[in-house]
């Protein structure tokens, strides 16, 4: 992974809402939707706003001896937001740049910081995936699905 790259929401195909402490997500292409941790949350929404991969973990954490292993796990989670086409790259057109400054790391000692958690669900996947104009069994209605006789 590229430090300095900048991620993006796929607003084509995700849909998202951010409540308290939880970011819940729905892929509208593929059925699935999401749940992000607290820290989840608050990484994706610095990549949103333009923070490079590689600035995460100092905007999180500061300057903390701990940096090589958050920045491993934060990776990881980068990357499986992408695998599951929640991210996407920023084109250098696109690019916004984040403030520089850093300011107060949001996750200091004594935090009760948890480490980035992305949970996949399918349990309305079906729901999820029918076009209720054209796929909605007329004699039922929405959200009984059409049965292909």
């Known amino acids: 992974m590229n430090n300095s790259q900048t991620y993006q929401i ?4 995700i849909i998202f809402e951010q409540f308290e402490d939880e970011t819940v997500l729905v892929n509208t292409d593929s059925g699935y939707y999401y749940s992000l941790s607290p820290s989840g949350s608050e990484i994706l929404h610095l990549l949103e706003n333009g923070c490079a991969a590689g600035d995460l973990v100092p905007s999180l954490f500061g300057n903390s001896a701990e940096m090589c292993q958050q920045q491993i796990a934060i990776n990881s989670f980068i990357e499986r937001l992408i695998g599951e086409s929640i991210l996407v790259e920023r084109s250098p057109d696109e690019h916004k740049h984040a403030n520089g400054e850093q300011g107060t790391p949001l996750y200091g000692h004594g935090s009760d910081y948890a480490p980035p958690l992305l949970e996949r669900f399918d349990d309305v996947r079906d729901l999820l995936l029918i076009d209720p104009i054209h796929q909605v069994d007329q004699e039922y ?3 009984k ?5």
């Open 141 to 143: 209605g929405w959200p």
């Open 10 to 13: 796929d607003r084509t195909k």
């Open 145 to 149: 699905a059409k049965v292909n006789e």
